[in-house]
């Protein structure tokens, strides 16, 4: 996406939507858990997150989640989201450490 502007309404605009995101555990994220962007003429509609859970580096440095313009650098953000609907939240870990593997 180069521009943030809303554009024309044609048959090639894309429609996105019912997106579902379940069961995922992240540790040591440094910019976001999730960056959803849609359109300005037509928005992601429908996305869902479920049992998401997130710890962040406590060192991470302020960076673009996604590569569009005017989207602004960022750190430790649980979601990021322009021209979209979402339901639900990403849970945080307080501990940021990882669980051992076995």
């Known amino acids: 996406m ?11 605009t894309p429609s996105i939507g019912t997106i579902s995101l ?4 992240a540790y040591n994220a440094h910019i976001a858990g999730a960056a959803v962007l849609g359109l300005p003429e037509a928005p992601v509609t429908g996305v869902s997150f479920e049992n998401f859970q997130i710890s962040f580096h406590p060192d991470a ?5 996604v590569m569009a313009c005017d989207v602004p650098s960022m ?3 649980p979601v990021f989201s322009q021209f979209a609907q979402i339901d ?6 307080v501990d940021h450490k990882e669980p051992s593997q076995c």
Request: charged share 25%; no cysteine; glycine share 4%.
């Open 2 to 12: 180069q521009s943030r502007e809303p554009a024309p309404i044609t048959q090639r």
């Open 22 to 25: 379940r069961n995922i555990t």
């Open 61 to 65: 440095q302020a960076d673009h989640p």
């Open 75 to 77: 750190r430790h953000m």
């Open 88 to 93: 639900g939240a990403i849970d945080l870990i």
